[in-house]
């Protein structure tokens, strides 16, 4: 029998229970199996086969403000009438699971789980893990090789007002040739946004794979690694969209395919 790939999930020690749970049914319904990762829930790295770094609380600025296969790939799924459907009806739900699993600090930052990813990061890019980042996540893989962030993104919603919504309600436009448009087969998707900081100065090695049309970077690539990618957007939430729920098949295929070649 198969082993299933391990996948490692990190979060916070406290709170951040909605994005894990919905995070490991991603990895579930692709056939993996994921171990939640927190700053005082470690997890030897040599027993995973991909790394998710997840969203959560912003990242302090002394981060970056110095620097300016055994898997059958499934058919390609069409979202029916039925499940736009269900969409109107699961969002909401989404909504008021995140409201009840959320824990309110006074503090947004978290110095230990900074530190700690930062880490995990290094220690699996040593080993040529498959790495996912999303949203924070997708920030702490920028900063990690040089990059730096914008604190606040308003200004640049000036025309319109900044969206913050499990919805998907912002349109991403992305590049070809990626792994991500190769995921997502498709060349532009309309995405959530639970952000209010976004990547900056893109780190050498990194490219932009996924932007706005306002110019906001929405996903990112490492060039010369296997696979690395980090989106801005939180595709756990979405996961009636079949675009999502291919980009956590792809990833978990990239896992099984690691530790078969490792």
């Not at 403000?65 to 969409?87: G, W």
């Not at 100065?201 to 296997?226: C, F, M």
Request: with cysteine.
């Amino acid at each position: 029998m198969k082993q299933k790939p391990r996948i490692g999930i990190t979060g916070p020690d406290h709170g951040g229970l909605a994005a894990w749970y919905f995070t490991a049914l991603a990895i579930l319904m692709q056939g993996g199996c994921p171990v939640r990762i927190t700053p005082n829930r470690k997890f030897d790295i040599v027993k995973i086969n991909g790394l998710i770094i997840g969203g959560g609380a912003d990242i302090a600025p002394e981060h970056y403000q110095s620097v300016e296969n055994d898997f059958e790939q499934p058919a390609e799924e069409d979202d029916s009438i039925f499940l736009r459907l269900l969409m109107f009806i699961v969002y909401p739900l989404i909504y008021f699971a995140r409201r009840i699993l959320s824990t309110k600090q006074a503090n947004t930052l978290d110095y230990k789980r900074d530190a700690f990813e930062i880490g995990l990061l290094k220690q699996a890019t040593e080993r040529k893990l498959p790495v996912l980042g999303i949203c924070r996540g997708a920030q702490i893989i920028n900063i990690y090789f040089g990059g730096s962030l914008h604190e606040d993104i308003s200004e640049f919603y000036s025309e319109r007002p900044l969206p913050r919504s499990v919805f998907p309600t912002k349109e991403i436009f992305i590049e070809e040739n990626s792994h991500l448009a190769t995921a997502l087969k498709n060349k532009h998707c309309r995405v959530n946004s639970l952000h209010h900081q976004a990547m900056k100065k893109i780190s050498e090695g990194l490219w932009v794979t996924a932007e706005e049309d306002n110019t906001i970077v929405q996903a990112i690539e490492h060039r010369d690694y296997p696979f690395m990618l980090g989106v801005q957007w939180h595709p756990e939430y979405l996961l009636l969209d079949s675009r999502q729920r291919q980009l956590f098949f792809y990833f978990v295929e990239r896992a099984c395919n690691w530790s078969l070649n490792s």
